[in-house]
């Protein structure tokens, strides 16, 4: 898995079949890239919890930070509802609102993706495996 994260906190993770499959008994560890800073790459991870969910926000999905902010990625943890997760595995991605300011997270079945969906993903493993080759103005 792996995910990206702007300057508005929106979130995108790009699963493969596979891991989708896992996510519904475990949870998947992947690297967050900022999309406006790709050197400075975090750790998101997702797993499927009802509780979890909602002890941490209202909407189908609960965000967690830790040690996020304008240096540094940190890890972002989040807790998907069972109804969310269906949502993936039927239609290939889901997408909500989260948190006070209106931040969106989307998740994405790979397999199931169009082409823009497949490019995001390659773009942010290309930064994954090239970071020390990145530019120093992109972290």
Known sequence: MIASIDHEQDIRAYMNSEEVKQLKTGSLEGILIKRNKPKQQGIIVVSVDDVLKLD????????????????????????????????????????????????????????KGDFDIKNAAESLEFYRDNKDRLRAELG
Not at 73 to 93: A, E
């Open 56 to 111: 941490n926000d209202t909407s189908g999905v609960g965000v967690v930070f830790t040690g996020y902010d304008w240096k540094s990625v940190g890890t972002v943890k989040l807790f998907l509802r069972s109804v969310f997760y269906g949502g993936i595995v039927v239609n290939g991605k889901n997408g909500v609102r989260y948190g006070t300011m209106g931040s969106k997270v989307h998740v994405y079945d790979r397999s």
